[in-house]
Structures are given as structure tokens and as C-alpha cells.
């Protein structure tokens, strides 16, 4: 089945690390994005891909770094410079298809500072 | 940016009532989504409304939008405890040929046994 697949779901950061989110999809889709969700809120856009080799920043991409190196692949580091990294992690995907079947999500990643 | 606000926050209902959440948002629009969210999940698309449409259906699902008032609804009908998740409002921005969706900070639905 194709969708989108995010790890861990579970991820522990100590202050001053560097850690990556991993999100790849099978759906041959061109466009990726990440979302961050706090507790109680909407999504925020973080950083979003429309092709390969190209991303732009969202709303909220201050401490956060990603790479677009294989249209399966939409890996999000959050750096040390993020100072409240604790929350849910979501990537999407788009494809051609957008107008009928929406984006597809994965089932994301909760990143917590400890 | 938030784009769409959801009106209420939470609403809780008994099993068998109509739910009827709310989105308003700022900008002129092409189409407007509706995603559902069951605790700590991710989002599921549910249905997506074109400005030229006012309503839409999708089995138990009925949604409406005002463009003039920048506005939709959409409607749970005979709800099921299975209904309860939380349901947010997107609208897809588009700049410089990216395109990106904006979600609102979505309606908590409970539905009781």
C-alpha cells in the first residue's frame, strides 16, 4: 500500500543535540512539507518542498534544517538553535491528484527534550 | 499565519446528534479542506470544497461554503462515538508557484455512548 512513513513516532532530545525526523513516501508525490503541532493547536508549516533539490521556509522554520536529495524523502533536523523543540512532528505529501484527494499525512513523530 | 479559525473549540454531543463545526478564514481562496485527527495521529482528508461549489456531501459528511462571508461549516450527521477526533479547516495558499495548505487551530469533537 503507498502512504507515508514517519520514525521514529517516539524521539528524546537532550539540550544542545541535533536530531533528524525521518519522512518517506511511496506515493511518487513531487511535493513534501512538515508540520509542527503543540498540544490543544493547529498546524504550523515549517519547511516545504514543491521538487527535488528545492525547499522554502514556512512560518516557523528558525532552527530547523531539511533536504530534499530524493522525491521519496523529506528528512527534518532540528537543531540545537530550536529552543522549544517539544511537540508532534507531522509530514504531508501532495501529488498531482491534490485537488480531489487532499494531502496525505504520516502518522507522525512526537520529539521530546529531556 | 493561521488562515482558518474553526468555531467551537470543543463541542461534545450524544451519539445519534448532528455536529456542525465552523471555519472562517482571511484570504480569497481556491478550494477549502476539511481534515480529521484522532488523538495523536495524523490527518486524514475528509473532503475538499472548490469556490465555485456551496455544498458537498460525502456519506455522513456535509459541508457548505460562504465565499461572501468567508466561510464554511461542516456537518456530522447521526454521530457515532467513532466520530470523536478533532477536525480542522485548510485553505491552500499559493505563492510564486509554491502551493501550501494553512490550517485553522481546529473543533475538539466528543461524541458520548
Known amino acids: 500500500d503507498g502512504g507515508i512513513t514517519q520514525s521514529p513516532k517516539y524521539l528524546f532530545r537532550k539540550e544542545g543535540q541535533n536530531v533528524t525526523l525521518s519522512c518517506e513516501q511511496n506515493l511518487n508525490h513531487d511535493a513534501m512539507y512538515w508540520y509542527r503541532q503543540d498540544p490543544g493547536q493547529g498546524l504550523r508549516l515549517i519547511y516545504y518542498s514543491q521538487i527535488v533539490n528545492d525547499f522554502q521556509k514556512g512560518d516557523i522554520a528558525e532552527g530547523y534544517s531539511v533536504s530534499r536529495e530524493k522525491k521519496e524523502s523529506f528528512p527534518l533536523t532540528v537543531t540545537s538553535a530550536q529552543k522549544n523543540p517539544t511537540a508532534f512532528y507531522l509530514c504531508?505529501?501532495?501529488?498531482?491528484?491534490?485537488?480531489?484527494?487532499?494531502?496525505?499525512f504520516g502518522s507522525g513523530t512526537r520529539l521530546t527534550v529531556v | 499565519s493561521q488562515q482558518g479559525e474553526e468555531d467551537p473549540q470543543a463541542l461534545s454531543i450524544q451519539e445519534g446528534e448532528n455536529a456542525t463545526m465552523n471555519c472562517s478564514y482571511k484570504t480569497s481562496i481556491n478550494n477549502l479542506q476539511w481534515y480529521r485527527q484522532n488523538s495523536g495521529r495524523g490527518l486524514v482528508h475528509l473532503i475538499l470544497?472548490?469556490?465555485?461549489?456551496r455544498e458537498k456531501h460525502s456519506g455522513r459528511l456535509r459541508v457548505t461554503l460562504d465565499t461572501s462571508k468567508k466561510s464554511s461549516s461542516l456537518l456530522i450527521t447521526a454521530s457515532r462515538a467513532a466520530d470523536t477526533a478533532s477536525y480542522f479547516c485548510a485553505t491552500v495558499l499559493t505563492q510564486g508557484g509554491s502551493e501550501k495548505l494553512v490550517f485553522g487551530k481546529g473543533t475538539k469533537l466528543t461524541v458520548n455512548p
Open positions: 504531508a505529501s501532495r501529488g498531482a491528484g491534490g485537488l480531489k484527494y487532499g494531502y496525505t
Open positions: 470544497i472548490r469556490s465555485n461549489e
